[in-house]
């Protein structure tokens, strides 16, 4: 019997399985960013370590925290951080925590959330800046204090 994409239907080998781990994760990359909890709620049920394995975090090292963070999806961000998502997570280019995502845009809300998930407030990014210098460079007061 054929598979889906015209493979053969002999599930289990590594290549397989990482190709799936890649596809879920980057559908649950899709839910963080667009603010989709339910969606992302109903896949931590189904696949809890896709948030623990930073083995899968994609070849850019973006989470779905990254994302939730990015985009200010508060709830999102506490979803994840509850289901033990890692608050320091790197991307492979920048280095960016999702700390640093959520002060660049602004978010203060999730930063305040990211902290108290235990992010590292003092992490440097690719170029040496904290979240506290993004917040600042792009005038986010508010972040600042937080």
Same mark, same amino acid.
Not at 3 to 14: Q, V
Not at 16 to 23: G, K, M, P, S, Y
């Given at each position: 019997?054929?598979g889906? /994409?015209?493979?053969s $239907?002999?599930?289990?080998?590594?290549? #397989?399985?990482?190709l799936?781990?890649?596809?879920?994760?980057?559908?649950? %990359?899709? +839910?963080a960013q667009?603010?989709?909890?339910?969606?992302? !709620?109903?896949?931590?049920?189904?696949r809890?370590?896709?948030?623990?394995?930073?083995? *899968? /975090?994609g #070849?850019?090292? =973006?989470?779905?925290?990254? =994302?939730?963070?990015?985009?200010?999806? +508060?709830? %999102?961000?506490?979803?994840?951080?509850?289901? $033990?998502?890692n608050?320091?997570?790197?991307? !492979?280019a /920048?280095?960016?925590?999702?700390l640093h995502? +959520? +002060?660049f845009?602004?978010?203060?809300? %999730? *930063?305040?959330l990211?902290? $108290? /998930?235990?992010?590292?407030? %003092?992490?440097? $990014?690719?170029d040496?800046?904290s979240?506290?210098?993004?917040?600042?460079?792009?005038?986010?007061?508010?972040?600042?204090?937080?």
């Amino acid at each position: 019997a054929m598979g889906r /994409g015209g493979h053969s $239907d002999d599930e289990g080998t590594p290549y #397989d399985q990482r190709l799936e781990e890649v596809e879920f994760m980057r559908s649950a %990359c899709v +839910a963080a960013q667009r603010g989709d909890v339910d969606k992302l !709620r109903a896949m931590l049920h189904r696949r809890p370590d896709i948030v623990t394995n930073d083995g *899968v /975090g994609g #070849d850019s090292g =973006y989470t779905p925290l990254h =994302y939730a963070a990015r985009e200010g999806h +508060a709830e %999102c961000v506490r979803v994840l951080l509850a289901s $033990d998502a890692n608050a320091n997570a790197r991307t !492979r280019a /920048g280095g960016a925590t999702p700390l640093h995502r +959520a +002060a660049f845009t602004g978010e203060a809300t %999730c *930063v305040r959330l990211l902290l $108290d /998930g235990g992010a590292d407030p %003092c992490a440097r $990014d690719a170029d040496g800046e904290s979240a506290l210098h993004k917040a600042s460079a792009n005038g986010h007061a508010d972040v600042v204090r937080a």
